[in-house]
């Protein structure tokens, strides 16, 4: 069983930065890649940023370059996402996932953390 942690959301004000964390745990898998979703209620889940686990390259949704830093810890098998600048949009639950194989879907995903962004 595999499992994926988050850690780090919560409530900030316009223009303040929350740092969410994610770390896999349960049996071993090999990693492709990490990375964040987010949902807001009633809308399709959307893709965030990616880190691939052995070469580290980067990638982010167009709304979140500049703003949003992906980075991995290969030891501690964790992905963080330190988000900067944030806006109102960006409240919505965000959800860690990890890929096993190619790229196309994730194959695990966290339990969803709450991020809320005041005006």
């Known amino acids: 069983q595999v499992q994926l942690v988050e850690s780090g959301g919560g409530l900030v004000q316009a223009g303040g930065s929350l740092r969410l964390s994610c770390a896999a745990s349960g049996r071993a898998f090999t990693t492709t890649a990490m990375g964040w979703f987010r949902q807001a209620p009633g809308k399709e889940r959307e893709f965030v940023a990616r880190v691939t686990w052995n070469l580290g390259a980067l990638s982010y949704a167009e709304y979140a370059k500049g703003r949003f830093t992906i980075s991995r810890d290969i030891a501690m098998r964790t992905v963080n996402l330190q988000m900067n600048s944030l806006k109102p949009e960006d409240s919505d639950v965000y959800f860690c996932?990890?890929?096993?194989?190619?790229?196309?879907?994730?194959?695990?995903w966290g339990q969803g953390s709450q991020v809320t962004v005041s005006s």
């Open positions: 996932a990890a890929w096993t194989n190619n790229l196309s879907q994730p194959d695990y």
